[in-house]
């Protein structure tokens, strides 16, 4: 399935290439290794593309990117989309047990890392593009086989993480993520003169941030970690316009006493969970600029944003932004009262073209055109939506997502546990914490026993702080444990 890389104009890596032809000279990337031109950019791609087809990835081929921040990941991102492939990211935080895991269930054929050292088997081949290194593997998949059939012109894959089949992979195709990142660029307002302040994963958050930035010319400054200290310096060094960050981060950089402000930024941007409103006011008494909160979701892209009145209502995440549609619907699909608490429902440009684990179009996903998020929201009669609680399980610790039922399966594979309960516990700054209850099979093993044994499958965040033994879980009367108490 090899052959040269392809220049179809609805591509997305059209987008790096009209960027680097408008403003060759204009900044992209600027990281621990420097600061990297637009014409730059492309060149690295281009050498790296060039190279990964001379190691036979071709069309619908399934690419792993396991890169950290940085130009790595920007350039190995677009290479392996000019070289035909279809490009899953993963974070190099991920445990070797799941990345291998999410590798073979999402059915990769090769593996293009930043030179980080993976125990995935043998050793990687080195690809070097415009002074970077890479390593490359290739993985088990046939190679003739897509990696994503039922859609054929698939260019991403967001993957949850997982060991267990609970975990499924969002398919994003071309013309998806053109039109989704052209809708995002609308709302944010991006131009070639913007600098972004970039402290999340990008392996995370990359279609309507990293792409987006591309495609507007705007250059992403890449944090070298999240201290406050460190955000406020690189703001301050490279003329930030712009902070995307998570609610971690805001009410880290609220607490600065430091004194220093961060006079270029005109747009402080909030994401991955909702941010509490103490932290928001703190953050604009600190440095003299409202917090407007987005909602960003994988199958929709950026639909709702609360970009006008976060000053007035810090605890919204806005109103639907341009193109998209907002609904609140209750248990028969029908919209609830204004006020109401309802299923929060979301459908517009560049949605999700299907899933890869097991493999369904988005037809099959949608109902009556609406993707359901899971979450339950209220809005008002000015149309801004407050997130009321959430419908799924899911744990959200500092921006990073948690199945109660992926640590469940870690904890109930011990000989010494009987059975778990996992569940997220509020936390001041974490936003919540994953708490665990464990009933043991005979002797309790012991909480640091609990924890080896779940360092070496799960990522650290995913980790139990706090586990607990008991005699016996909650259950509904089908035998399913009870989530929450009272549910």
């Not at 399934?62 to 677009?78: P, S």
């Not at 593997?137 to 046939?142: L, S």
């Not at 009410?251 to 006079?263: K, T, V």
């Not at 459908?347 to 999700?352: E, I, S």
């Amino acid at each position: 399935m090899s052959g040269s890389p392809a220049r179809d104009t609805g591509r997305v890596e059209r987008l790096l290439e009209d960027a680097a032809a408008r403003w060759p000279d204009g900044l992209a990337v600027v990281d621990a290794a420097g600061a990297m031109t637009f014409a730059a950019l492309q060149a690295a791609v281009e050498e790296l593309a060039a190279a990964l087809v001379t190691e036979g990835v071709g069309p619908g081929q399934g690419l792993a990117l396991v890169a950290g921040n940085g130009r790595a990941f920007v350039i190995g991102l677009f290479a392996g989309l000019r070289a035909g492939a279809t490009v899953m990211p993963a974070s190099p935080q991920l445990a070797a047990a799941e990345l291998r895991a999410m590798l073979d269930a999402a059915g990769v054929h090769a593996v293009l890392d930043d030179r980080v050292v993976l125990p995935l088997g043998p050793a990687p081949a080195t690809l070097v593009a415009h002074g970077s290194s890479f390593g490359f593997r290739r993985w088990t998949a046939d190679p003739d086989v897509p990696m994503v059939g039922h859609v054929p012109d698939a260019a991403f894959v967001r993957y949850t993480s997982g060991t267990t089949g609970t975990a499924k992979g969002v398919v994003l195709g071309h013309a998806s993520v053109r039109a989704r990142t052209a809708a995002a660029q609308e709302a944010l307002g991006l131009g070639p003169s913007d600098r972004v302040v970039w402290v999340l994963p990008m392996a995370w958050h990359f279609v309507v941030s990293i792409v987006t930035y591309v495609r507007a010319g705007a250059a992403i400054v890449v944090c070298g970690d999240m201290l406050s200290r460190v955000v406020i310096e690189a703001c301050t060094a490279h003329g930030g316009t712009v902070l995307y960050a998570a609610p971690t981060h805001y009410r880290m950089l609220a607490a600065d006493a430091s004194g220093q402000g961060m006079p270029g930024l005109r747009l402080a941007v909030s994401t991955s969970s909702g941010i509490p409103e103490g932290v928001a006011r703190a953050f604009e008494a600190r440095f003299g600029l409202p917090v407007s909160q987005v909602y960003g979701i994988i199958e929709v892209g950026l639909p709702v944003g609360n970009l006008v009145d976060g000053h007035l209502h810090p605890d919204a995440i806005g109103r639907a932004l341009p193109g998209y549609e907002v609904a609140l619907l209750d248990e028969a699909g029908v919209e609830v009262d204004e006020g109401a608490v309802g299923h929060l429902a979301m459908r517009g440009p560049g949605m999700f073209d299907g899933y890869l684990d097991p493999p369904r179009r988005r037809d099959e996903v949608l109902e009556h055109g609406w993707f359901l998020t899971g979450d339950l929201a209220r809005r008002d009669a000015d149309g801004l939506v407050v997130i009321a609680g959430r419908r799924k399980s899911m744990i959200n610790t500092a921006g990073l997502k948690v199945f109660p039922e992926e640590v469940e399966a870690v904890l109930d594979a011990h000989p010494s546990v009987r059975a778990s309960r996992v569940c997220g516990e509020q936390h001041p700054v974490l936003g919540e914490i994953v708490v665990a209850q464990v009933v043991p099979e005979g002797e309790a093993p012991g909480v640091e026993a609990l924890r080896r044994h779940c360092r070496e499958q799960l990522s650290a965040y995913k980790i139990p702080q706090r586990i607990t033994f008991v005699d016996a879980l909650p259950r509904t009367r089908s035998g399913k444990v009870v989530r929450h108490e009272g549910t």
